[in-house]
């Protein structure tokens, strides 16, 4: 299995990203025009209690196995690796089929007593199949991260979308007759068909090109000595054991620190119904709102996040290889371009969203309704792009008590603020987008700070002013275009010749200070090639 490289890792993981992203946006478009706001609104209740049980099985168990495997794959122990999958997949497993049966057995409790709309039942009930199949595809992706081998992740990722989008809208589409309730059923219904494919594909990979690798490695033409066998055997017993225990203390933090998250995901679709209700919101039209926001506005703001996530999820293996040597410049390096990618990729698409939020939402969704919320939040989006490999590197770093502290504390501060804004009349739903922007905007500030006391990471100031600059004169030039300089009569190609002509106009920006260089080209095997 070859090894990739942390950009490569990382446009590997990029490249799927982007097209799963693209791709998710077909259902989110063509799911409201199918089964409406409250539809989406059913199924975005129902999903927050998947996200936590889900955190619980395989929150901190893959990231780990990532972090085992690039530390034994680079001391050149394979069979460790594979021990170490063995043991993941009987933790993940075990817990995945308990999970699914206590789901199952208090879905009616859920959705009645808990929720403040009892036709989530059926979406609930709907998605429980899943929680041990993702469990199983969790630890997969985790071996092949930890392998540095990003392929088999980026291809399953993308089957599984594929065969997601499909099913997702043929069954809310037959089911709609029977009501919208049914129909938010078989949106999810249809998830778990691609979650299906997804793992089965993970499965296909690792069975034939794992494999097939173990057996060249035994072939009599390998240039490596027979393996003692009887030493090994002897030994595996006890490493067997040392390795569940590893993988219990990596994975307990980093588990507690996404159920902090995902807690306070799921409280903030419970609060935030509840707290619109004293605002004096009726059930229906709660839902629609929160479905608005969770459905529509939220995906949108986290499209050019993909990148982000990628880098996230590369960092794990490659800083995990850094700190066992202890090599603070490599750490440092990593991380400044990770921020900066980070930063520097994520920036014009929030100025998109805030100059464009009627036009796109009016694209998109075929209505302006939620363009005031994205609005609202596209200029803090930059602080949702930086989170995630932040969060990674205290990971990486042995560090998942600091991050779970600072997710902690946003956690509470944005549950207050629900409760405190959601509940008047003259905020509603504008009361959570405040909650959510100070969680984002705390957490964020908080993991940045951890980070730059453990390793003593200097922060460029300099190149935030040139983003900041570079933002601002980009959103003015493509205001300027799209109101001034009339290129089309429909609205979307107006549209999209503005943002390509800010787009362009903020790389180029870009380029002139310094935030991109041609050595950074360079980095791109595709380029390069080219080049």
């Given at each position: 299995m070859r090894k990739q490289s942390f950009i490569q890792g990382t446009l590997i993981l990029l490249a799927a990203g982007i097209i799963n992203r693209m791709l998710g946006f077909i259902p989110r478009i063509i799911l409201p025009?199918?089964?409406?706001?409250?539809?989406?609104?059913?199924?975005?209740?129902?999903?927050?209690?998947?996200?936590?049980?889900?955190?619980?099985?395989?929150?901190?168990?893959?990231?780990?196995?990532?972090?085992?495997?690039?530390?034994?794959?680079?001391?050149?122990?394979?069979?460790?690796?594979?021990?170490?999958?063995?043991?993941?997949?009987?933790?993940?497993?075990?817990?995945?089929?308990?999970?699914?049966?206590?789901?199952?057995?208090?879905?009616?409790?859920?959705?009645?007593?808990?929720?403040?709309?009892?036709?989530?039942?059926?979406?609930?009930?709907?998605?429980?199949?899943?929680?041990?199949?993702?469990?199983?595809?969790?630890?997969?992706?985790g071996y092949f991260q930890g392998r540095q081998n990003m392929v088999p992740s980026a291809l399953s990722s993308v089957l599984e979308s594929v065969i997601r989008i499909v099913f997702m809208l043929w069954f809310s589409w037959l089911l709609l007759p029977r009501g919208v309730a049914y129909a938010a059923a078989g949106a999810m219904l249809g998830v778990t068909v691609?979650?299906?494919?997804?793992?089965?594909?993970?499965?296909?990979?690792?069975?034939?090109?794992v494999k097939r690798d173990k057996k060249a490695d035994l072939s009599p033409t390998a240039n490596t000595p027979a393996p003692v066998e009887n030493p090994e055997k002897t030994a595996a017993p006890a490493k067997n054991h040392s390795i569940f225990k590893r993988l219990i203390r990596i994975s307990v933090p980093v588990t507690a620190g996404r159920l902090v998250g995902s807690f306070s995901y799921l409280l903030e679709s419970i609060i935030t119904a509840r707290s619109l209700a004293l605002a004096g919101i009726a059930t229906a039209a709660a839902t629609a709102q929160y479905g608005s926001l969770q459905g529509m506005v939220i995906p949108l703001l986290l499209l050019p996040g993909v990148l982000s996530s990628s880098l996230a999820v590369s960092l794990v293996p490659s800083l995990s290889e850094a700190s066992a040597r202890r090599d603070l410049p490599t750490i440092h390096k990593r991380m400044h371009q990770a921020l900066r990618l980070a930063m520097v990729t994520g920036a014009p698409f929030a100025a998109v969203m805030y100059i464009f939020a009627v036009p796109l939402c009016t694209l998109m969704y075929g209505n302006a309704d939620t363009a005031p919320m994205l609005r609202m939040m596209a200029p803090f989006a930059l602080f949702l792009y930086v989170q995630a490999p932040l969060q990674a590197a205290l990971q990486a770093m042995e560090r998942?008590?600091?991050?779970?502290?600072?997710?902690?504390?946003?956690?509470?501060?944005?549950?207050?603020?629900?409760?405190?804004?959601?509940?008047?009349?003259?905020?509603?739903?504008?009361g959570a987008i405040i909650a959510i922007i100070v969680n984002s905007i705390l957490v964020t500030m908080l993991h940045g700070y951890s980070l730059v006391r453990l390793i003593s990471l200097s922060i460029r100031l300099a190149d935030l002013l040139k983003i900041l600059a570079a933002m601002i004169i980009m959103a003015a030039g493509m205001s300027y275009i799209y109101t001034s300089v009339p290129i089309a009569p429909a609205q979307w190609a107006q549209f999209l010749f503005a943002a390509g002509s800010g787009m362009a106009l903020y790389f180029g920006i870009c380029l002139l200070s310094g935030l991109i260089s041609i050595r950074d080209l360079d980095r791109v095997p595709f380029i390069k090639k080219r080049r």
């Amino acid at each position: 299995m070859r090894k990739q490289s942390f950009i490569q890792g990382t446009l590997i993981l990029l490249a799927a990203g982007i097209i799963n992203r693209m791709l998710g946006f077909i259902p989110r478009i063509i799911l409201p025009r199918v089964i409406g706001a409250e539809g989406v609104g059913l199924y975005q209740l129902g999903y927050p209690f998947f996200i936590v049980l889900i955190t619980i099985i395989t929150g901190g168990i893959p990231l780990a196995i990532a972090k085992m495997v690039a530390e034994a794959e680079g001391e050149g122990r394979p069979e460790e690796s594979r021990r170490i999958l063995h043991s993941g997949l009987a933790l993940s497993l075990g817990l995945g089929v308990f999970f699914t049966l206590l789901a199952l057995f208090s879905a009616s409790w859920v959705s009645n007593v808990i929720l403040t709309d009892s036709r989530v039942y059926y979406t609930f009930v709907s998605m429980t199949p899943m929680i041990a199949i993702v469990a199983v595809s969790a630890i997969y992706r985790g071996y092949f991260q930890g392998r540095q081998n990003m392929v088999p992740s980026a291809l399953s990722s993308v089957l599984e979308s594929v065969i997601r989008i499909v099913f997702m809208l043929w069954f809310s589409w037959l089911l709609l007759p029977r009501g919208v309730a049914y129909a938010a059923a078989g949106a999810m219904l249809g998830v778990t068909v691609g979650e299906i494919v997804g793992m089965l594909a993970l499965l296909w990979q690792y069975y034939y090109i794992v494999k097939r690798d173990k057996k060249a490695d035994l072939s009599p033409t390998a240039n490596t000595p027979a393996p003692v066998e009887n030493p090994e055997k002897t030994a595996a017993p006890a490493k067997n054991h040392s390795i569940f225990k590893r993988l219990i203390r990596i994975s307990v933090p980093v588990t507690a620190g996404r159920l902090v998250g995902s807690f306070s995901y799921l409280l903030e679709s419970i609060i935030t119904a509840r707290s619109l209700a004293l605002a004096g919101i009726a059930t229906a039209a709660a839902t629609a709102q929160y479905g608005s926001l969770q459905g529509m506005v939220i995906p949108l703001l986290l499209l050019p996040g993909v990148l982000s996530s990628s880098l996230a999820v590369s960092l794990v293996p490659s800083l995990s290889e850094a700190s066992a040597r202890r090599d603070l410049p490599t750490i440092h390096k990593r991380m400044h371009q990770a921020l900066r990618l980070a930063m520097v990729t994520g920036a014009p698409f929030a100025a998109v969203m805030y100059i464009f939020a009627v036009p796109l939402c009016t694209l998109m969704y075929g209505n302006a309704d939620t363009a005031p919320m994205l609005r609202m939040m596209a200029p803090f989006a930059l602080f949702l792009y930086v989170q995630a490999p932040l969060q990674a590197a205290l990971q990486a770093m042995e560090r998942p008590g600091r991050a779970l502290f600072n997710t902690l504390i946003g956690a509470v501060v944005k549950i207050a603020l629900i409760l405190l804004l959601a509940s008047q009349p003259e905020y509603g739903i504008y009361g959570a987008i405040i909650a959510i922007i100070v969680n984002s905007i705390l957490v964020t500030m908080l993991h940045g700070y951890s980070l730059v006391r453990l390793i003593s990471l200097s922060i460029r100031l300099a190149d935030l002013l040139k983003i900041l600059a570079a933002m601002i004169i980009m959103a003015a030039g493509m205001s300027y275009i799209y109101t001034s300089v009339p290129i089309a009569p429909a609205q979307w190609a107006q549209f999209l010749f503005a943002a390509g002509s800010g787009m362009a106009l903020y790389f180029g920006i870009c380029l002139l200070s310094g935030l991109i260089s041609i050595r950074d080209l360079d980095r791109v095997p595709f380029i390069k090639k080219r080049r």
